[in-house]
């Protein structure tokens, strides 16, 4: 139900609310915004309307006008900082988004593991796919006694650390860019973040913009859900792109847009 939800927003909405709503008289966007001019309409029902939705109940999930890919749950490990260390009081703890496999919805999932290179690279096989198993113990806790079989063989300088979901979300979007080349806005794809991401998290989607941006999409838009996906009654008027206040654009803008030299875009579709 929650994916028909989601996919009913993308497709209704999805990019016609694509300008930021106005702002007060006298503010200022700080070169936030870039005007991208475009050849299609805003309404034309070709458009792709691809996404990537951050849901807070712990999966991230791929989604357009044609469907869905499979969810890709997560779990987050956070870093433990030494209290001794200089920078203690200052540091920011990494966040890792690990991938977990679920045999359900319900199943608490197990960590998915992976074998790395000395660049911090997965490893991958012949035919692209991570070099990765589900954890043992409780929760997938540690790496799996095959998995280290398979790297003490063929991999004995690679290490073993939990799969990002991010990087499965690149690898994912990597295998559909192609297919969807023949789309006017092929090029746009939207960040979905639930109302319950605040700016306080936002520092920990950095790398999931960095993979967006690495697979080649130009013009990274944000946008989020402001009601509840479970029910029918909430899908119009639920989803707007930059339905956020000054202040909460800022902070995207900090936190995710200028890292990686990017800006906000907004669509100048062609004049009637």
């Known amino acids: ?41 805003t309404n034309d029902s070709s458009l792709l309307h691809l996404a990537v939705a951050v849901k807070a109940d712990n999966y991230i999930v791929i989604a357009a006008r044609r469907g869905f890919q499979p969810n890709t749950y997560y779990t987050t490990l ?18 890792q988004y690990a991938a977990i496999h679920k045999e359900s919805e319900e199943d608490p999932g197990k960590i ?34 095959s998995l280290k079989a398979i790297r003490d063989k063929d991999f004995p300088d690679a290490k073993i650390e939990p799969l990002s979901a991010f990087n ?42 960095q993979a967006i941006k690495s697979v080649g999409f130009k013009h990274i838009q944000v946008g989020r859900n402001l009601g509840n996906l479970d029910t029918a009654k909430s899908v119009i008027g639920t989803y707007r792109l930059y339905d ?24 100048q579709a062609p004049n009637p």
């Open 168 to 209: 499965v979300i690149a690898k994912d979007l990597a295998t559909v860019r192609p297919r969807v080349a023949e789309f006017p806005d092929k090029d746009w794809i939207v960040l979905i973040l639930e109302n319950g991401l605040n700016r306080e998290h936002l520092y920990e989607l950095l790398p999931l913009m």
């Open 244 to 267: 956020f206040e000054e202040k909460e654009l800022q902070g995207f803008y900090e936190e995710l847009y200028r890292p990686l030299n990017l800006k906000m875009p907004k669509i």
């Open 112 to 145: 998915i593991w992976a074998l790395s290179d000395s660049n911090k690279a997965y490893i991958t096989d012949s035919s692209g796919a991570f070099i990765a198993l589900p954890g043992e113990g409780r929760g997938g806790a540690k790496p799996s006694d």
């Open 1 to 41: 139900m929650k994916k028909i939800i989601l996919f009913a927003i993308i497709s209704i909405i999805a990019v016609s609310c694509s300008t930021p709503k106005e702002r007060a008289k006298g503010s200022s966007d700080n070169g936030m915004f870039e005007d991208v001019p475009v050849s299609f309409e």
């Open 78 to 95: 956070t870093e433990l900082i030494d209290p001794s260390s200089a920078d203690f009081r200052k540091r920011k703890p990494d966040v």
